[in-house]
């Protein structure tokens, strides 16, 4: 079975886990259902990042894409983090639209990756846990001193995915899995709110 077949396989799987663990309508169901001929799979090792879902759009189509390095194909926290962006980016159509025509370089646009970080995050943690898999931390970073460094290739998304995933740590910690259906498709910024107060990370860029 090539790569790109078994990323199809466990992707599904993970899907399958998130929308039930949500609970999604059965009009959201069918939104999913009628897009899987839209998803491409692709597995590449020059991805400068770990794993991640993308959309595109011409304006009259979209289509979505999963593009993972190799070694990200059996990372069971990059498949749970990426199925859940693509479960809430398919289904909510609003947002989808918002995060395409949000200018990539201003704070709005930071602040809305954040909340999709937190998000996707939160299901990855719940679909950890549904593996019983515990303690999990693929962020590249590292704690000193009392000061976090983030390492990246990609600094303009760090702060994004700094503030995710500590608010969704910080949340599943008091929550659990059964908080995933309160949180999953939340709008609001205020739920970021003890991930803002925590002290800026250093961030080192390895592309430089």
Same mark, same amino acid.
């Given at each position: 079975m090539s790569l790109e077949s078994i990323l199809q396989k466990k992707? @599904?799987?993970?899907? %399958?886990?998130?929308? /039930?663990?949500?609970?999604l309508s059965p009009t959201e169901r069918w939104k999913l259902r009628v897009t899987k001929p839209q998803i491409e799979y692709i597995v590449d090792d020059t991805l400068e990042g770990h794993a991640q879902f993308e959309v595109w759009s011409n304006g009259q189509e979209e289509k979505y894409i999963f593009r993972f390095r190799s070694e990200a194909v059996? %990372? +069971?926290?990059?498949?749970?983090?990426?199925a859940g962006h693509a479960v809430r980016l398919i289904v909510d159509d609003n947002l989808r639209s918002i995060l395409l025509k949000t200018p990539k370089e201003s704070k709005e646009y930071e602040t809305l990756v954040a909340l999709e970080e937190y998000a996707a995050r939160y299901a990855a943690?719940? $679909?950890? /846990?549904?593996?019983?898999?515990?303690?999990?931390? /693929? !962020? !590249?970073?590292?704690?000193?001193?009392?000061?976090?460094? !983030?390492?990246?290739?990609? +600094?303009? %998304?760090?702060?994004?995915?700094? $503030?995710?995933?500590? @608010?969704?740590?910080?949340?599943?910690?008091r929550l659990g899995v059964k908080g995933l259906k309160d949180v999953f498709f939340t709008k609001d910024m205020s739920v970021l709110r003890d991930a803002y107060k925590l002290e800026q990370p250093q961030i080192v860029n390895l592309a430089a």
């Open positions: 992707i @599904q799987s993970a899907m %399958d886990f998130i929308v /039930n663990a949500v609970a059996t %990372d +069971p926290a990059a498949i749970g983090e990426e943690l719940a $679909y950890l /846990n549904h593996h019983k898999i515990t303690e999990y931390n /693929n !962020l !590249l970073s590292t704690i000193a001193n009392g000061k976090i460094t !983030l390492y990246t290739t990609r +600094p303009s %998304d760090a702060m994004s995915h700094f $503030y995710g995933y500590a @608010q969704a740590e910080i949340d599943f910690k």
